[in-house]
């Protein structure tokens, strides 16, 4: 079963203009733009959890698009479900717009998970782990000032603020890897061999790693900074 744009009459159409729903086409074209005027290496991710056999992402099972044995459902959506799971009275029909979709930006991992699932677990780690591969390392755009080059490591002087619902915070350094009591986020410096290959470039010599506690909620208008003590002679600190 594929999809197939239609008009107001139900005739099968190629004109976008005259199609009752937009064509598919046209989201994945959209989508597509936006994934090009991304930062080199970035991508656009999509995952769609529908009405597919349980399992589906697993590979090696088809959605199945048949009539259904049931009047009554047969009767409400034109057509037998998708999947479904007994344990959890759940049912959903066979996608088919939303397939080709979600298909059409798959990579070598099969991105699509059924609504049936007692479980959305697996696939949201799927769709967290996507996520976290595409996040680019949080590079110090400068030299940072070492404030005592007797020894190896590089002291910085640096201050990471948090900005939400117009309120201004600063956040804490971690703690050998810990949140310290009383802060939701804190914040690591990387540098020397720890620093991602993409902030060991010359004029730059510093990372930081964001750190949250599980369970705290953030903001959908957070944003962060850091400003850090810079070195007055880039070429000879950060060569």
């Known amino acids: 079963c594929v999809d197939v744009d239609l008009d107001e009459s139900g005739a099968a159409t190629s004109d976008p203009t005259a199609a009752v729903l937009r064509p598919v086409d046209g989201y994945v074209s959209q989508l597509q ?9 970035r991508d656009v991710l999509v995952s769609v959890i529908a009405g597919v056999p349980l399992d589906y992402n697993l590979g ?34 066979p996608p088919v717009r939303l397939k080709s979709f979600a298909e059409a930006f798959a990579g070598d991992d099969i991105n699509l998970y059924s609504v049936c699932d007692d479980d959305y677990t697996p696939a949201i780690n799927d ?14 755009g400068g ?15 640096c201050v990471v603020t948090q900005r939400s619902g117009g309120k201004t915070v600063t956040l804490p350094e971690c703690l050998d ?22 902030c060991d470039v010359p004029g730059q010599n510093l990372e930081f790693e964001l750190l949250r506690r599980p369970g705290v909620p953030v903001p959908g ?3 962060v900074r850091a400003a850090c003590e810079l070195s007055a002679f880039t070429s000879f600190d950060c060569p």
Not at 127 to 140: H, K, N, Q, R, T
Not at 178 to 198: E, R, S
């Open 221 to 223: 208008d957070v944003d």
């Open 143 to 157: 030299c940072v000032l070492d404030l005592d080059d007797s020894t190896e490591a590089l002291d910085y002087s």
């Open 33 to 41: 733009a936006i994934a090009a005027d991304k930062t080199a290496g």
């Open 177 to 198: 890897g810990d949140i310290p009591d009383g802060a939701d986020a804190c914040w690591v410096a990387k540098t020397g061999a720890d620093l991602d290959p993409l």
């Open 127 to 140: 769709i967290v782990a996507g996520i976290e591969v595409e996040l680019p390392p949080a590079c110090f």
């Open 60 to 93: 090696g099972i088809e959605v199945s698009y048949a009539d259904s044995e049931d009047p009554t459902f047969q009767a409400l959506f034109g057509i037998g479900a998708g999947c479904s799971n007994p344990d959890t009275q759940q049912t959903a029909i």
